[in-house]
Each structure stands twice: as C-alpha cells, then as structure tokens.
T-cell receptor, first 115, second 113 residues
C-alpha cells in the first residue's frame, strides 16, 4: 500500500528564515509521481509541483525548491527567505501510474511564518 | 482559478437530512475525485470516477454515494447526516493519468446542526 508521511505537524518560523518541509513516502511501484500542494488559510488547495520517479533532478522555482531522493524515499520542500504569505498547510502526495488511482495525501504540515 | 467548480459553497442542514454536492471538472478532465477534510484534519479520500465509471474507493461511508454523469460532472450524495459529517468536501479533477496533478475546486463547507 502507498503511504505518505509528513512528520512535522506544525512549524513556526520568523519571516526571512529558510524552512524545509519533510515528506517521506512508501510505494512498491517503480513508476510513481510525487506532488506538493498548498492550502492557505482561505482554504483552497493549490498544486505546486509534480515529480516523476525516474527524474531525480532537484527543482527550483523562485523561493521554492524541491529535493527528491529515491534512496531515502524523500521529497522535501524548502522555502527560502520565507514570507508571511507562505503561511499555509502544505500537503505532500503520491500517485501511482495507473489512471491516477491511489492518489494518497500526507497529513500535512502547518507552516506559520511570523512577521 | 483551477477550473473546477463546486456548488454550493456552503450548506447548513440538520441531522438526518440528505444533501447533494455537485462538481464540474475542468474541461478535458475525465477523472473526478472526492475528498473530505474535517476541521484541522488531512484529506480523506472518498471515491474516484474515471469517464463515468467508479475507479477507486476510499473510506466512504455507506450513507454516502456518488456518481459521474455522461457530461462528466459528478455528484456526491450524503444521507442520514450526522454531526460528525460536518466538514469541507473537495472535488478534484485530472485528465486521469497517474502523472496528472489533481486540480481542486474551492470545496463545499457542510455544517450539520
């Protein structure tokens, strides 16, 4: 069975600090996909990034970066120079290759960025 | 704007009642997912449809049912409502391939009194 663990329930940082959100996954599939979503206080769920299991290249988008390591089954998310607007719940998710079944979300990490 | 439309945005009803939540997926998306998010909880997968057929089932209660229509919109029916059913119900859609991200609607907030 597929599983996503986000061990950090809540994190608080002061604005401009860097913060890393951890995500560890379990799957028996060799082909799978990993995702990060953001849920700000307004409640909507916003897709941030997708990563394929065969592409371990790290990705950077502005202040956001993602580190995918198959050897440790981790897909961590780093926010550099955090801002108050980054305050949200962040979900890591895992999908298999079969029609998107078993799209499993982790429990989420609540990030609070204090001014 | 994700392109996924959920109605209504808010719903307040009494215990024992029945409600229907509606979802219109993004244009071109064949797959619809329903999730339940209780207060300060994660996303609990309920059910997935692909092109009109049920594809996967999560921890969906027997009092709940769903379907996807030929025009690909989906409805989630919740009956014999209990206080514990109060939650945010999200619909998401995707093209239906494993590498497709889910695009979420803004959710329907259900309050059972």
């Amino acid at each position: 069975a597929q599983k996503v663990t986000q061990a950090q329930t809540e994190i608080s940082v002061v604005e401009k600090e860097d913060v890393t959100l951890d995500c560890v996954y379990e799957t028996r599939d060799t082909t799978y996909y990993l995702f990060w979503y953001k849920q700000p206080p307004s409640g909507e769920l916003v897709f941030l990034i997708r990563r394929n299991s065969f592409d371990e290249q790290n990705e950077i988008s502005g202040r956001y970066s993602w580190n995918f390591q198959k050897s440790t089954s981790s897909f961590n998310f780093t926010i550099t120079a955090s801002q108050v607007v980054d305050s949200a719940v962040y979900f890591c998710a895992l999908s298999d290759h079969n029609y998107g079944q078993n799209f499993v979300f982790g429990p989420g990490t609540r990030l609070s960025v204090l001014p | 704007d994700s392109g996924v439309t959920q109605t209504p945005k808010h719903l307040i009803t009494a215990t024992g009642q029945r409600v229907t939540l509606r979802c219109s997926p993004r244009s071109g998306d064949l797959s619809v997912y329903w999730y339940q998010q209780s207060l300060d909880q994660g996303l609990q997968f309920l059910i997935q449809y692909y092109n009109g057929e049920e594809r996967a089932k999560g921890n969906i209660l027997e009092r709940f049912s769903a379907q996807q229509f030929p025009d690909l919109h989906s409805e989630l029916n919740l009956s014999s409502l209990e206080l514990g059913d109060s939650a945010l119900y999200f619909c998401a859609s995707s093209v239906g391939q494993g590498n497709s991200p889910l695009h979420f609607g803004n959710g329907t907030r259900l309050t059972v009194t």
